[in-house]
Structure formats: C-alpha cells, structure tokens
C-alpha cells in the first residue's frame, strides 16, 4: 500500500471545507472529511495509479469524491502519494498549481 501524503496546500483546503461544513453542521463536517479522506487513502492507496490523469505533462491524477476533487502525484520509485489540493467540482481550477 502506498503511503499518503498530504501537502501544506491540501491541508489548508481541507480546514476551509471543514469550515463550510461546519456552518450548517459542525459533526456533519467532521464526519464528512473523516468518510471522504478515509475512502481516498484506501482507495488511492491500494491502487495509485488507477486514477486517470489530469496533467499528464506533469504527472497528476483526479480522484473524484463526491462534489469534490482531488488532485495527487504518485511516486512509484518511493511508493508516495502526494495530495496537491482538494477542491469542489464547480471551481476553476488554478492551472498555477499544474506546473
């Protein structure tokens, strides 16, 4: 199983999902991010490369959760999974962060 990190980026957009959760109902967002993180790390972690690409200029997948997606770069050599950012479907995504 790969390992699963999650960089500064991901974690900052992680507490302001948590926070727009937690507007209308704070246990629901813990729960949620709890439910939609745990999936991810089983899912991505068992099969990293099963996710299709995003930027294959730059070697980063979509996994989609429910409204929204997460964007991450797997490392075979190191069997790491990195997670860039995690962001609702009806963004526009920055392209910044593809390069």
Known sequence: M???????KSKSDIAVIKSF???DNPERA???IK????????????????CPKYSKR???RR?????Y????????DTDIVEVLHIIH?????NSLFLD
């Open 2 to 8: 790969a390992y699963v990190d999650f960089s500064d």
């Open 21 to 23: 959760i937690a507007q």
């Open 30 to 32: 813990v729960s949620y």
């Open 35 to 50: 439910e939609a993180l745990g999936k991810f790390i089983r899912t991505v972690g068992a099969f990293p490369s099963a």
């Open 58 to 60: 730059n070697n980063i």
């Open 63 to 67: 996994y989609v959760s429910g409204d």
């Open 69 to 76: 997606n997460i964007y991450y770069k797997y490392n075979r």
């Open 89 to 93: 479907s009806s963004q526009i995504i």
